[in-house]
């Protein structure tokens, strides 16, 4: 690979160093929202998922968290800075070098920009037609590859097609190249680290309970009715009722599902109702925009499986995994497993046009606006919001429950 000029290739490199540096501190950012976010269950979102663009949310934390937000259990920003910093001390090396071992740097950066572009294409299409949702930092990151194949593109001062036959005259060199060898084992040795401290830093830990009484006096307790038509679990008269205001498609309502379940099976004094706030304009006047499309059709549906005394299964199916793929195909996915569960298939599919859930749905709508909800997670302890400021916990607001439910103070009067 024959550069143009030293002065063009240079200034293209620079240009790629300067991008992967900003690309590292943002991914690096999105790494400490994630442990934050985990570790401190009084730290906010990153964005707001009530703002839009090209008519999706702009929810980074439902990106996060959806199946592409990770590979094998570690975020994929954690990779992202490991795959970065190997790309930023290639570039370095291809600046600094205009011999042999320059060029081989600078064909294994070209390779990596290719990597790194196709990659974003896939988690692009991925938010738009999977997740629903945009992160914008992802899409930063994004831009920045797309930058930087521009930038590395100028610096060889050849064609892509050139490129990417340098390139593979390269990779087929494989183990024999020291450099990539080094720069393989320099990801690996990374991304090892990161994962590393992704799993001893991104600890879920509850908040002091002295912080919690604190934060907790500053909001009245609200009078929420309940009745014997409401999903719940638990004795009637156990002394701690937790309301949850939920979204079968909300990835965080399903983190605070699996840890109300948890807490369950501590606390058998301890009662769960639930009661559906979906984020879905298909049935719900108060969203703006919707946020999880198909979530009023899931409501609908384990509304359905409980009159066949099948509510916790449904709701139990939808956040293991039955809520995600296509809202298209959605119905036709719940009348397979309203079938699974025994339940009429014929009059399932009859009820989920039922009026009747419609307005039964619209009333637990109704009563969370009037206590203040606006997003899921939505959880009450005894009348005690944990939503409300200063205490908007999402689904962190279990742990905090928990830990009151534990040392046994806020029981019901």
Not at 11 to 35: D, E, M, P, Q, S
Not at 58 to 79: R, Y
Not at 293 to 315: D, E, N, Y
């Amino acid at each position: 690979m024959t550069p143009d000029t030293p002065r063009s290739r240079r200034g293209g490199l620079a240009f790629a160093v300067i991008i992967l540096a900003t690309a590292t501190v943002v991914a690096g950012y999105l790494v400490l929202h994630h442990v934050r976010s985990v570790g401190d269950p009084f730290y906010s979102r990153v964005c707001n998922p009530s703002h839009t663009w090209l008519g999706l949310p702009l929810a980074c934390d439902d990106v996060a968290q959806s199946a592409f937000g990770s590979l094998a259990g570690v975020p994929i920003s954690v990779l992202g800075v490991a795959f970065y910093l190997v790309l930023l001390g290639l570039a370095a090396l291809a600046y600094a070098r205009r011999d042999a071992l320059g060029q081989r740097a600078l064909s294994l950066l070209w390779g990596g920009t290719l990597f790194a572009v196709a990659y974003a294409a896939v988690l692009l299409v991925a938010q738009v037609l999977v997740i629903h949702a945009f992160c914008p930092f992802c899409l930063a990151l994004y831009g920045l590859h797309v930058a930087l194949l521009a930038a590395v593109l100028w610096s060889a001062g050849l064609s892509p097609k050139a490129c990417t036959r340098t390139l593979a005259r390269t990779l087929l060199g494989g183990l024999r190249d020291p450099l990539f060898l080094v720069a393989a084992g320099g990801f690996a040795v990374a991304a090892t680290l990161g994962a590393l401290a992704n799993a001893t830093l991104a600890k879920p830990s509850g908040p002091p309970i002295e912080q919690l009484r604190e934060r907790l006096a500053q909001i009245p307790t609200l009078r929420v009715p309940t009745s014997t038509s409401d999903a719940a679990e638990g004795p009637s008269d156990a002394p701690y009722v937790v309301v949850e205001f939920s979204d079968f498609l909300c990835p965080f309502c399903r983190v605070a599902a699996r840890d109300l379940k948890t807490l369950r099976e501590r606390t058998p004094e301890l009662r769960v109702v639930f009661k559906h706030f979906p984020l879905d304009a298909e049935c719900n006047p108060y969203v703006l925009t919707t946020v999880h499309p198909g979530a009023c059709l899931a409501a609908t549906a384990t509304v359905c499986a409980g009159r066949g005394g099948k509510f916790w299964p449904m709701h139990d199916w939808l956040f293991d995994g039955g809520s995600r793929g296509a809202p298209d195909t959605l119905r036709a996915r719940l009348l397979v497993e309203a079938s699974h569960l025994g339940l009429n298939e014929g009059e399932f599919a009859r009820c989920l046009d039922d009026g009747d859930v419609a307005a039964a749905l619209l009333d637990d709508i109704e009563l969370a606006v009037e206590l203040g909800v606006r997003t899921t997670p939505a959880l009450l302890l005894n009348g005690r919001p944990f939503y409300r400021p200063p205490l908007e916990l999402g689904s962190g607001a279990v742990a905090a429950i928990a830990t009151f439910v534990l040392a046994g103070e806020l029981k019901r009067q």
